[in-house]
């Protein structure tokens, strides 16, 4: 959900914005947009005032502090355990062609590869603001080792549950193309 509209909220969230000019101006589905802002303050990449009745989403510059970044990291860890919790619960994801995956297995895929970018988004951030100066570089570190190890968790978990070959092979051409770890652009 949130992927295909970030770029497009982080341009019109330079300055305070509505959540229905944001809406207008992104275009597209309604809820798949609010549940994107919704993601980016969650993981700090927007932050929000009220105006009387409305809410305003500013994108933020600053440095994320250790507090935020702990509680982010905690609803990526819940996200994750309700993953691992599917895994378990699905027997197999591929129909029985071979080739093409359930319907459940698609959208356990589709719900990891959005977390996996969500990270990776994180990652890109981390890096921009080491180079910028504005967070040291043994926190960065500590910070990408953080979201690397949570990312490769949940990869090696799905492919450790589905060992035969052909499905292992179409869980990874999946997440080659559908993971954008370096297409953001923050």
């Given at each position: 959900?949130?992927?295909?509209?970030?770029?497009?909220?982080?341009?019109?969230?330079?300055?305070?914005?509505?959540?229905?000019?944001?809406?207008?101006?992104?275009?597209?589905?309604?809820?798949?947009?609010?549940?994107?802002?919704?993601?980016?303050?969650?993981?700090?990449?927007?932050?929000?005032?009220?105006d009387t009745n409305k809410v305003l989403y500013?994108?933020?510059?600053?440095?994320?502090?250790?507090?935020?970044?702990?509680?982010?990291?905690?609803?990526?860890?819940?996200?994750?355990?309700?993953?691992?919790?599917?895994?378990?619960?699905?027997?197999?994801?591929?129909?029985?062609?071979?080739?093409?995956?359930?319907?459940?297995?698609?959208?356990?895929?589709?719900?990891?590869?959005?977390?996996?970018?969500?990270?990776?988004?994180v990652i890109i951030r981390i890096d921009d603001?080491?180079?910028?100066?504005?967070?040291?570089?043994?926190?960065?570190?500590?910070?990408?080792?953080?979201?690397n190890k949570h990312i490769k968790k949940i990869?090696?978990?799905?492919?450790?549950?589905?060992?035969?070959?052909?499905?292992?092979?179409?869980?990874?051409?999946?997440?080659?193309?559908?993971?954008?770890?370096?297409?953001?652009?923050?």
């Amino acid at each position: 959900m949130t992927t295909i509209y970030d770029d497009k909220i982080f341009k019109l969230t330079s300055n305070w914005r509505t959540t229905n000019d944001i809406v207008r101006k992104v275009g597209g589905d309604k809820s798949a947009i609010i549940n994107a802002l919704k993601r980016l303050l969650e993981i700090g990449y927007l932050e929000t005032k009220l105006d009387t009745n409305k809410v305003l989403y500013k994108k933020t510059d600053t440095v994320q502090n250790e507090f935020d970044f702990i509680q982010m990291m905690s609803v990526f860890e819940f996200n994750q355990k309700t993953e691992l919790n599917i895994i378990n619960q699905i027997p197999t994801i591929m129909m029985n062609d071979g080739v093409r995956f359930r319907k459940k297995g698609l959208d356990l895929l589709e719900h990891i590869q959005k977390e996996v970018n969500r990270s990776y988004m994180v990652i890109i951030r981390i890096d921009d603001q080491q180079k910028l100066g504005t967070m040291s570089f043994k926190i960065a570190k500590e910070r990408k080792e953080k979201l690397n190890k949570h990312i490769k968790k949940i990869l090696s978990v799905i492919l450790n549950k589905y060992p035969e070959e052909k499905t292992r092979k179409s869980i990874q051409e999946y997440f080659e193309k559908y993971t954008m770890e370096s297409q953001f652009k923050i």
